[in-house]
């Protein structure tokens, strides 16, 4: 049974006539009649009462026709929704992030990517940046949010956004109250901070931070999560240094000291694979160019 004996079918169920029936799909009448005799053998119900003087549908017929209707309602949604997909106007965009972009700018980026594109869904997945990047190979992720610099000749990377870093420590450490504590009375203290593997420029820029302040952060704990860290840190394990935005995440028992005069920014770009695009991921990508991410876009902002 192909698609063309259901729409000879449906068409001559509509006019009820062999001749007619026969104009409207430019076929000659005795290949229509063969046609429906050959699909009546297939199902094995007749479809059709003929007389000379008329053609009705038989029971199978009004139950069949019923059936076919439906089929060609479903193809026509199906063909709506192909094009709407064409035009980037449904859809669906999986997300890879870093952690930390979730206390940033993914939630402003996401909300207005819902406000301008409702019927385009999101799927999120926090990943790491190697995990991101093999994702974004493999065609697990569509756009990856992640930390940069890092070389991936072969996706396509562009930043958005930079911000500062913060030293973190417990509420209780006897530099907490102070108005700028100097790095360097940390230098013995354990210091928490993240797995390399996890953030290679994150761990990067923190390692110059410390260096730049004449010592390197003796490691207490390490690990891939920013809750982990500002836990540890609560619970005056260590300090530890993170990007600013985790300062708004988090309402537990540790100070934040923005190190805004340091020239050290945790910088995040947006990674895509050319091979492995759409409309959709298009459509995206233009509310993340279209946003300020409150005055510090990387890319708006020039290379340091």
Known sequence: MELRHLEYFRVLAEELHFGRAARRLFIAQPPLSRQIRNLERELGVELFERTNRHVRLTSFGEYFRTEVDQVFGRLD???????LMKEGAVGQVRLGYVGAVMHSILPAILAEFRRRQPRITTGLFELTNEGQVAALRNGGIDIGFIRTPIVVPDLQ???????TFSLVLPNRHP???????????????????FMRECAPPLVDAITGICLRAGFSPRVGHSTSQINTIVRLVEAGLGWSILPSSVSRAYDVRVRFFELASLPERAELSVATNPVRSSPAVAKFLEVVESLDFGGKPLARRGKR
Do not use: D, R
Request: hydrophobic share 35%; glycine share 6%; charged share 25%.
């Open 77 to 83: 949604e199906i063909k709506s929704h192909l094009n």
């Open 157 to 163: 990377v562009k930043p958005v956004y930079a911000e």
């Open 175 to 193: 530099l907490a109250g102070s108005k700028t504590p100097p790095l360097k009375k940390l230098e013995a203290e354990p210091f928490i901070g």
